[in-house]
């Protein structure tokens, strides 16, 4: 069984590489995918050794079960897979718990069965589908910056999503990042084919009857899209509150460039009035979004983290004075605050979360090197010789005469000689910059502020890390 899950992965990767060997970023597939797996294995073989993922421990009990549960009652595995609904026959009480693992064990289940029940080569899986989701979105974005020098973009993409060793590292294996880049991949790959599908449409003046394969082509993808946000939501909703309104502003700023022609300020009044209308909507689909509980929610998780952290992995949020955490503990040993900073209390903290969130940890613990956990100790000093390294490139790249040169040419009439396309596809670009850095900027502020751990920061924030990468070696000279 084990011989036929094995011939079943590589055919799979083979196929991929079929239809994506032409692709701009080609030469870098296999030595990509090579340093996915090997992370991915590493990152297992460290947890079996130092158990440094205790959510793993339960996932593989569950999944194993579930698998077995495929071959026992099939028609009821594909209902809860698809729907989440549990047979009660099965007279089962999972030790995973919460709705977003919840969710994320029923799609490890399903890389479990593929790999014939063997950790192994689920570990190996799940980071081939995170590689899938960092390639479609990494091709679709040198699609979008073709205008840029090639090696460039080839270069920027290639560290940025493949080659960034904490990128690499914790989207791999059986890791929710490794789920969430699946998800954020091809969502953004999916979303990026449908805006250039409609710009074809408009310039090309040729009738869908004629192109009704890559009409039914986007007709799926748009599904797909729908699904993915959904299963964005579920996963990660917090990405969603950020990443979906983005995407659909900019979408609509796009259309409105495209098809009534207008300049690069009225796109971009129109993608900031979407933006904020669109996280109003979408702070309504789940409790910890609404605007009147927003702060409670965050504190309360950043309470709950500090709470089971060392110091020394703590980042220190101090309030003012007026503040003070109320709470008392229930008859289960957690704490319930019944007092919570507001917004503007949170919002004097942003500058500190935003620095921990793109360059934190900065600093190298050497009394805790010879300590028993040198798993812990090895992605620690890691994690602080790249943020350094991020850090350094980026004070590089930094320019307040470069930024108000790039913004006044934004805003100056283009000259005579420009056509209007390029116009408008380098307004569109201007736009799409924006999208990544109000993204990048958010998640940032906000994963420092509800994780204040600078080991689970480390990981968190890696749903972003490969846009700030990509955008700070575009930005070299």
Same mark, same amino acid.
């Given at each position: 069984?084990?011989?036929?899950?094995?011939?079943?992965?590589?055919?799979?990767?083979?196929?991929?590489?079929?239809?994506?060997?032409?692709?701009? *970023?080609?030469?870098?597939?296999?030595?990509?995918?090579?340093?996915?797996?090997?992370?991915?294995?590493?990152?297992?073989?460290?947890?079996?050794?130092?158990?440094?993922?205790?959510?793993?421990?339960?996932?593989?009990?569950?999944?194993?079960?579930?698998?077995?549960?495929?071959?026992?009652?099939?028609?009821n595995y594909l209902i809860f897979l698809f729907t989440g609904k549990l047979n009660p026959a099965w007279n089962y009480t999972f030790a995973t718990e919460g709705e977003r693992a919840f969710f994320f064990?029923?799609?490890?289940?399903?890389?479990?069965?593929?790999?014939?029940?063997?950790?192994?080569?689920?570990?190996?899986?799940?980071?081939?589908?995170?590689?899938?989701?960092?390639?479609?979105?990494?091709?679709?974005?040198?699609? /979008?910056?073709?205008?840029?020098?090639?090696?460039?973009?080839?270069?920027?993409?290639?560290?940025? #999503?493949?080659?960034?060793?904490?990128?690499?590292?914790?989207?791999?294996?059986?890791?929710?990042?490794?789920?969430? /880049?699946?998800?954020?991949?091809?969502?953004?790959?999916?979303?990026?084919?449908?805006?250039?599908?409609?710009?074809q449409l408009y310039y090309s003046n040729f009738f869908l009857k004629d192109n009704k394969s890559k009409f039914v082509g986007i007709v799926i993808k748009l599904f797909l899209f729908l699904a993915l946000?959904?299963? *964005?939501?579920?996963?990660?909703?917090?990405?969603?509150?950020?990443?979906?309104?983005?995407?659909?502003?900019?979408?609509?700023?796009?259309?409105?460039?495209?098809?009534?022609?207008?300049?690069?300020?009225?796109? *971009?009044?129109?993608?900031?009035?979407?933006?904020?209308?669109?996280?109003?909507?979408?702070?309504?689909?789940?409790?910890?979004? /609404?605007? $009147?509980?927003?702060?409670?929610?965050?504190?309360?998780?950043?309470?709950?983290?500090?709470?089971?952290?060392?110091?020394? $992995?703590?980042?220190? #949020?101090?309030?003012?004075?007026?503040?003070?955490?109320?709470?008392?503990?229930?008859?289960?040993?957690?704490?319930?605050?019944?007092?919570?900073?507001?917004?503007?209390?949170?919002?004097?903290?942003?500058?500190?979360?935003?620095?921990?969130?793109?360059?934190?940890?900065?600093?190298?613990?050497?009394?805790?090197?010879?300590?028993?956990?040198?798993?812990?100790?090895?992605?620690?000093?890691?994690?602080?010789?790249?943020?350094?390294?991020?850090?350094?490139?980026?004070?590089?790249?930094?320019?307040?005469?470069?930024?108000?040169?790039?913004?006044?040419?934004?805003?100056?009439?283009?000259?005579? #000689?420009? $056509?209007?396309?390029?116009?408008?596809?380098?307004?569109?670009?201007?736009?799409?910059?924006?999208?990544?850095?109000?993204?990048?900027?958010?998640?940032?502020?906000?994963?420092?502020?509800?994780?204040?751990?600078?080991?689970?920061?480390?990981?968190?924030?890696?749903?972003?890390?490969?846009?700030?990468?990509?955008?700070?070696?575009?930005?070299?000279?």
């Open positions: 069984m084990i011989f036929i899950a094995i011939l079943l992965f590589l055919g799979i990767i083979f196929i991929h590489y079929h239809f994506n060997k032409n692709k701009v *970023l080609s030469k870098v597939y296999f030595p990509a995918l090579l340093f996915k797996f090997f992370c991915g294995l590493l990152l297992y073989q460290l947890h079996l050794s130092f158990a440094i993922l205790p959510d793993l421990i339960f996932y593989q009990q569950d999944i194993v079960r579930l698998s077995d549960y495929f071959w026992n009652d099939t028609s064990m029923r799609y490890l289940s399903l890389m479990n069965l593929l790999a014939a029940k063997n950790m192994y080569l689920t570990s190996l899986y799940s980071s081939l589908m995170a590689f899938f989701g960092l390639w479609a979105c990494a091709n679709r974005l040198a699609d /979008w910056f073709k205008k840029y020098p090639s090696k460039k973009i080839k270069l920027a993409l290639s560290i940025g #999503f493949f080659f960034t060793p904490s990128v690499a590292f914790w989207a791999s294996s059986m890791m929710k990042e490794s789920f969430l /880049w699946l998800i954020v991949g091809f969502l953004i790959s999916f979303f990026l084919d449908i805006l250039k599908f409609y710009e946000t959904l299963c *964005l939501f579920l996963l990660k909703y917090y990405y969603f509150a950020l990443l979906i309104p983005l995407l659909f502003a900019f979408g609509i700023s796009f259309f409105i460039g495209n098809y009534f022609n207008k300049n690069i300020r009225f796109q *971009l009044f129109t993608f900031l009035a979407s933006f904020v209308f669109i996280v109003g909507l979408a702070s309504n689909l789940h409790p910890n979004l /609404w605007l $009147s509980r927003v702060s409670e929610a965050i504190f309360i998780n950043q309470q709950n983290i500090l709470a089971t952290s060392d110091f020394d $992995s703590q980042i220190d #949020f101090i309030y003012d004075y007026d503040f003070e955490p109320l709470y008392y503990v229930d008859d289960k040993g957690n704490r319930e605050y019944q007092n919570f900073p507001s917004l503007f209390q949170l919002f004097e903290q942003s500058p500190k979360a935003l620095l921990a969130g793109l360059f934190f940890p900065l600093e190298i613990d050497f009394s805790a090197l010879y300590s028993t956990n040198p798993a812990f100790n090895f992605y620690r000093f890691a994690s602080v010789i790249e943020n350094w390294i991020i850090l350094f490139f980026f004070i590089h790249t930094f320019s307040i005469k470069k930024l108000f040169h790039k913004i006044r040419i934004l805003f100056i009439s283009k000259n005579n #000689f420009i $056509s209007q396309k390029n116009e408008l596809e380098s307004n569109s670009l201007a736009i799409l910059w924006l999208v990544g850095i109000i993204f990048c900027l958010g998640m940032a502020t906000l994963l420092a502020l509800s994780a204040p751990n600078l080991g689970a920061l480390v990981r968190y924030k890696i749903g972003f890390l490969p846009f700030f990468i990509f955008g700070i070696i575009m930005r070299l000279d």
